[in-house]
Every structure is written in structure tokens, then in C-alpha cells.
Nanobody, 123 residues
């Protein structure tokens, strides 16, 4: 079993930056694909970014390309999401995920989910 705990969310002004962290415990996730999803109020959950176990393949949703960067430190069992040039439409609860399969934007491709961390971007 894998437990995922997100941190680093908060309130930031538009144009600002935040760095989300996701710490895994229970077992190593060094061989897992890791991802980030988000869900805004009244909207469906959407894919944000994912990274393969080696850190050599990344995938982003179009709306965050060039602004967000996903990375991982397998020695620390942690994945990160650096978010720059934040916009009010980035406001959402951000969820960390882990899966045994390949990088995918489908939520069904992930086996474990964190509880989420709130990101609020003010205009």
C-alpha cells in the first residue's frame, strides 16, 4: 500500500509561484509513474502533469505547459510540481497520484491518490 501526502498549497497572487510536494510512504514509488491532477469547485477532476519512474518522460496538459514543471527525487520518495506564472484559473485542489503503468493523462491509470492540497490564486 502507498500513502501519498501533498503539501505546499496556499494562497498566492496571480503571477506568483508555488511548489507542491508529494511525499510517499508505505513502499517505495521509485518504479511508479507519478502524476498531479486538480479539481476546481463545480468542475470535474483534470489531469495536470505526470512523470515516469526514471524522470525521463513528462507530460503536461496544454494549459500549464511552459508554466508548470513536474520532477521527482526517488531517493526521497517525493514528487514535486513547480508552478510559475499562476493564474486565477489554476485555483483548485491538487492531488498527487501514483501508478504502476506508463505515463497517462487518464485518472484510471493511477492506483493511489493523496488527499489533496488547496491552491488559490487571487486576481
Amino acid at each position: 500500500q502507498v500513502q501519498l501526502v501533498e503539501s505546499g498549497g496556499g494562497l498566492v497572487q496571480a503571477g506568483g509561484s508555488l511548489r507542491l510536494s508529494c511525499a510517499a510512504s508505505g513502499r517505495t514509488v521509485s518504479t511508479y509513474t507519478m502524476g498531479w491532477f486538480r479539481q476546481a469547485p463545480g468542475k470535474e477532476r483534470e489531469f495536470v502533469a505526470a512523470i515516469n519512474w526514471r524522470g525521463t518522460v513528462t507530460h503536461y496538459t496544454d494549459s500549464v505547459k511552459g508554466r508548470f514543471t513536474i520532477s521527482r527525487d526517488n531517493a526521497k520518495n517525493t514528487v514535486y510540481l513547480q508552478m510559475n506564472s499562476l493564474k486565477p484559473e489554476d485555483t483548485a485542489v491538487y492531488y498527487c497520484t501514483a501508478g504502476r503503468g506508463a505515463v497517462t493523462s487518464s485518472g484510471g491509470g493511477y492506483d493511489y491518490w493523496g488527499q489533496g492540497t488547496q491552491v488559490t490564486v487571487s486576481s
